[in-house]
């Protein structure tokens, strides 16, 4: 039953980077657009936080801190992409989301 979850887990990190990953092109400059991403990088960012937990609490002890060392490095990222988001820059959220961009991609090589 743990190994179900801890897939799972690992499905909704891979699902959650990659609809992440998807949005960097969706930058317009209007209210609804603004809103809409900062409250979809919210959403993501909760269900990311979730399942890295769980997947951290699983994981074996020599595999704990590059989980936790990544875990952090993203949502470091994430929460500075957020704050783009809500100053409302596109050249900031462009240029935050391209850092977060790599480090999604980091997430999603290392998911099993």
């Known amino acids: 039953m743990v190994d179900v979850e801890l897939r799972g887990s ?3 990190i891979k699902k ?3 609809d992440l ?8 400059d209007d209210d609804d657009s603004w ?5 979809d990088l919210r959403l993501k960012s909760t269900f990311l936080y979730c399942d890295f937990n769980r997947m951290i ?6 595999q704990k801190k590059p989980l936790t060392e990544l875990a952090n490095k993203l949502f470091c990222s994430i929460e500075e992409l957020d ?8 050249p900031l959220t462009q240029d935050r989301y391209n850092e977060a961009a790599v480090i999604l991609q980091e997430v999603m090589a290392q998911m099993p």
Request: charged share 20%; hydrophobic share 35%.
């Open 35 to 39: 809103d809409l991403m900062g409250n």
């Open 10 to 12: 690992a499905h909704r």
């Open 21 to 28: 990953l998807s949005i960097g092109g969706d930058l317009v």
């Open 57 to 62: 609490s699983s994981a074996p002890r020599d």
């Open 16 to 18: 959650c980077a990659c």
């Open 83 to 90: 704050h783009a988001v809500k100053s409302r820059s596109v």
